[in-house]
């Protein structure tokens, strides 16, 4: 492997991904600001892209992205330049130099199953999120240079809804969950070690679509149980049942399967109270 790109180098996933590269080969960053010592490329204006960092060889995994569902609802155009037509045209560049694209998508691209499925499943894309990133796999699907990563709910001690349960469990209030709302959680160690793999070991790999989920279909009453048994022993909750706009841009439930990610890690992922263990038996990150 020559060397590694990361674009979004400083987000949630990205930053995992890149400061483990930077471990065992050349690796370089992006960012829409260009700060903590990465290039800067932002997707939102593909007329601007600097192709200097790019070589024959490099891969790029791409995990920039606007990606709340519902800022892609409520700001549609701005979200479609972004993820769609700058992140064609970076792609569309980046193979044209030679370079191999990861591409991070995701499991909405399915829409909702309440059966197991793996990545021979036909897509029916819920939500304009969703319908994004299929339109870019779609423009590239057949493309040798490139493969797609679709990514379940990604769970670290800093995912989103973790800290919203953190924060319930701190001031002793009573959290309010979703339900039903269920997805094959992933741990996101998992998804870095799965995707620099696939990086490293690409021709290893054939396959263009691979689903990165968890071993189990998880509720998100099951992710607090989970995680109170774990760590946050004094959290309390209450269930309760989303207004009809919150599943017009999210699938209720998506339970996605692969048998190509646990090849690809060497061993099963690990399952959320597995995950939810090396989390906090670590100091803060």
Not at 9 to 24: D, E, L
Not at 38 to 50: A, E, K, R
Not at 70 to 86: H, L, P
């Amino acid at each position: 492997m020559k060397r590694i790109i990361v674009v979004g180098a400083t987000g949630y996933i990205g930053q995992y991904i890149f400061n483990k590269a930077k471990i065992y080969a050349l690796a370089i960053g992006t960012s829409t600001t260009g700060k903590n010592k990465t290039f800067q490329l932002d997707l939102g204006y593909s007329s601007s892209f600097d192709w200097s960092f790019v070589s024959p060889g490099d891969t790029i995994l791409l995990a920039a992205a606007i990606s709340a569902p519902d800022i892609c609802a409520s700001e549609y155009k701005r979200a479609w330049t972004v993820n769609v037509t700058g992140t064609s045209a970076f792609i569309s560049g980046a193979i044209d130099r030679g370079a191999r694209v990861i591409f991070f998508s995701s499991d909405a691209v399915y829409g909702e199953r309440e059966d197991e499925f793996d990545e021979r499943a036909a897509c029916n894309p819920v939500g304009e999120y969703a319908v994004m990133k299929h339109e870019v796999e779609q423009r590239f699907a057949g493309n040798t240079l490139f493969k797609a990563i679709r990514l379940s709910y990604v769970f670290s001690r800093e995912d989103k809804f973790t800290r919203y349960l953190a924060g319930c469990a701190q001031r002793n209030e009573q959290a309010d969950l979703f339900h039903p709302f269920s997805r094959a959680i992933v741990h996101r160690d998992d998804v870095v070690a799965g995707a620099l793999t696939l990086a490293e070991h690409w021709d290893d790999s054939p396959e263009q679509i691979i689903n990165f989920g968890g071993p189990q279909i998880l509720s998100r009453v099951d992710f607090a149980e989970c995680l109170r048994e774990i760590h946050f022993h004094d959290l309390r909750f209450k269930i309760i049942e989303p207004d009809a706009d919150f599943f017009k841009n999210r699938p209720r439930i998506i339970a996605m399967t692969s048998p190509i990610f646990a090849r690809l890690l060497g061993r099963p992922p690990h399952n959320l109270c597995e995950a939810a263990q090396l989390e906090f038996a670590l100091p803060s990150k």
